[in-house]
């Protein structure tokens, strides 16, 4: 996930090497390095809840929309990515204005209350709410960014944030371990009980170890834009998930959808006519934003895709007699997703070698065809476990080259005055994709259920065979969004430059 800035280009900081040098040479207090590990080591971990939050609710919803006899599991994903999508922005904007390590207590909070919602949740409904509650903590990656920034010395800035990317990379080998563990011996609630203990524990330590910022921004906070602009994904989604149930000519699936687009017109005038809107929507003009920002949306909306579908193939029963199925457990996962995980995370080391010599454009080109021919591996063969292993791994190179290609391409479409709103738009946007992704491959398999067992629906193969067929579809997009860049051709260093 990427975790850009959340300033604010329009407002003026009082920054602390204005008045003291010495403090942003040297960092915030009088520490030593071993200290600044100490710091470094915690804030890692706490952002790496956020990745959790993902790669261990994943695998459980299975036993989760069987514990629930839902049909309707998708919402447990897209409530969470879609209440981050919004608030992470706002969030920001306070942190910016009233102290960053204040917000990211509260963002870690919420993470930790939203947990233990869902995992002492009686209903589905209670469970939707825990989710939403939790996507509030999605702030904590951005915050985190910021707040290294403002505090550690400018000689460990680099390697900070390195080191917090590369920690959030690695939770896609060890999530689904932990994941299956939790699962198989706790069920779903072990799962969320964790997610709840682990930020509790950190926002002890950030609160007691971590300084605070000494910088602080004057801005307004845009309430009614992010009300408006969730009101609008929100519903466009439902209409996505129901459309299958009430027709998708009906009038209420219409009608959420007329809501939805003129929602979302009234929201961009909106934007157009204040001065520090959610997001600019001058930012959304020229080339080189529009095509990073349909390859950022295509991307994501894979790669959840990916892993949403693998949790499900994996653990449906092969006795059931549909054509895919492994009929493991949860932690059977880890032997797909092990590979691919490190896949990903050498070809994000990769990238950043490409770049300098070629450019980020090429990298990204390649991950997108490789995320096609990995979905339509799997579309065309799903049911024995070695063919799932390469397609997934054919994706996964894809993804890593995709995940790291974006953040340089950001950095590269928009002039440096404009890198902050701009990187946070990208990250809005991502979330959004994964979102719809979701919805779409659910509203998909909805309309292909063989049969219900103890009240859970059990989708006919053809099911997942289109939903993998429109992944790779979504990769063909990106591909092609990618080849119309007009940026991202000469080497990373140059194009941060311009």
Not at 338 to 359: D, K, N, Q
Not at 428 to 435: I, L, R
């Amino acid at each position: 996930m990427t975790a850009p800035s959340t300033d604010n280009p329009s407002s003026t900081p009082s920054e602390p090497s204005s008045d003291n040098p010495t403090l942003a040479i040297e960092g915030v207090g009088n520490r030593s390095t071993a200290g600044w590990i100490g710091i470094l080591l915690i804030l890692c971990l706490l952002s790496e809840e956020v990745a959790y939050a993902f790669n261990l609710v994943t695998p459980a919803l299975p036993s989760m929309a069987g514990s629930f006899e839902t049909s309707n599991i998708a919402w447990v994903s897209t409530l969470f990515t879609l209440s981050g999508a919004i608030s992470a922005p706002l969030i920001g904007k306070l942190a910016d204005r009233d102290g960053k390590k204040k917000w990211l207590l509260i963002a870690t909070a919420c993470m930790a209350a939203g947990s233990l919602i869902v995992a002492i949740a009686p209903t589905f409904s209670v469970v939707l709410v825990g989710r939403t509650v939790e996507g509030l903590g999605l702030a904590i990656v951005p915050i985190t960014y910021s707040l290294m920034r403002d505090i550690f010395p400018k000689r460990m800035l680099a390697m900070a944030v390195s080191m917090t990317t590369a920690g959030i990379g690695v939770t896609t080998i060890t999530g689904p371990v932990i994941a299956g563990v939790l699962i198989d011996n706790f069920g779903f609630r072990g799962v969320f009980f964790a997610l709840a203990l682990f930020p509790i524990l950190l926002g002890a330590l950030v609160m007691l170890v971590v300084p605070e910022s000494p910088i602080r921004v004057k801005t307004s906070i845009d309430w009614v834009g992010g009300i408006m602009l969730g009101l609008s994904i929100a519903l466009l989604l439902y209409g996505i998930g129901e459309g299958g149930t009430w027709g998708w000519t009906s009038w209420k699936t219409l009608l959420c959808a007329i809501a939805a687009v003129a929602i979302f017109l009234g929201w961009a005038r909106y934007e157009k006519r204040i001065e520090n809107p959610l997001i600019d929507i001058a930012v959304l003009r020229g080339r080189a934003v529009v095509t990073t920002l349909v390859a950022q949306f295509t991307g994501q909306a894979v790669i959840v895709l990916q892993f949403v579908l693998l949790s499900f193939i994996v653990q449906t029963p092969i006795a059931l007699g549909v054509t895919y199925g492994l009929g493991e457990s949860a932690s059977y996962m880890a032997r797909l997703t092990t590979p691919a995980g490190v896949a990903t995370v050498a070809m994000g080391l990769l990238v950043g070698i490409i770049a300098e010599r070629r450019g980020a454009r090429l990298p990204n080109w390649i991950g997108f065809a490789l995320m096609a021919i990995g979905s339509v591996s799997l579309a065309l063969s799903h049911k024995e476990f070695w063919p799932i292993l390469l397609g997934y791994l054919v994706y996964a190179f894809g993804a890593g080259l995709i995940s790291a290609a974006i953040p340089n391409l950001v950095i590269a479409a928009a002039p440096v005055r404009l890198q902050a709103v701009t990187a946070s738009t990208v990250n809005v946007v991502g979330s959004v994709g994964s979102a719809v992704a979701v919805q779409i491959g659910f509203a998909i398999l909805a309309l292909n259920i063989a049969t219900v067992a103890d009240g859970t629906p059990i989708y006919a193969g053809i099911g997942y065979t289109t939903v993998y067929f429109v992944a790779a579809g979504l990769a063909i997009v990106g591909l092609a969004a990618t080849l119309l860049m007009p940026h991202g051709r000469k080497p990373q260093s140059v194009e941060a430059l311009t």
